[in-house]
């Protein structure tokens, strides 16, 4: 999967993870971008440490799960540091 790819795959899958996780997440579009990346990359991998499958095409349900489940542990991460500054 090509840099367009991740960084399409990113955004949606941060997304996804926001509307997933309850509460009011902080942030606009580039820091979901961001989050998603750096979660899709988290969940790849996680996905290639235990499960040994990584994010390997873009259409893949596998690839999505990884990286929304990624995503959603950066978004729990993101909220436990932004809520210590407030």
Do not use: D
């Amino acid at each position: 999967m090509g840099f367009i790819g991740w960084i399409v795959l990113g955004l949606i899958a941060g997304a996804i993870a926001k509307a997933i996780m309850p509460g009011r997440q902080g942030g606009g579009w580039f820091t979901t971008l961001i989050l998603g990346v750096v979660g899709a990359a988290l969940g790849g991998w996680i996905g290639s440490a235990l499960f040994h499958t990584g994010i390997n095409s873009f259409w893949s349900l596998g690839s999505w799960l990884l990286a929304i489940g990624g995503s959603l542990i950066v978004l729990l991460i993101w909220g436990f540091v932004t809520k210590r500054r407030s």
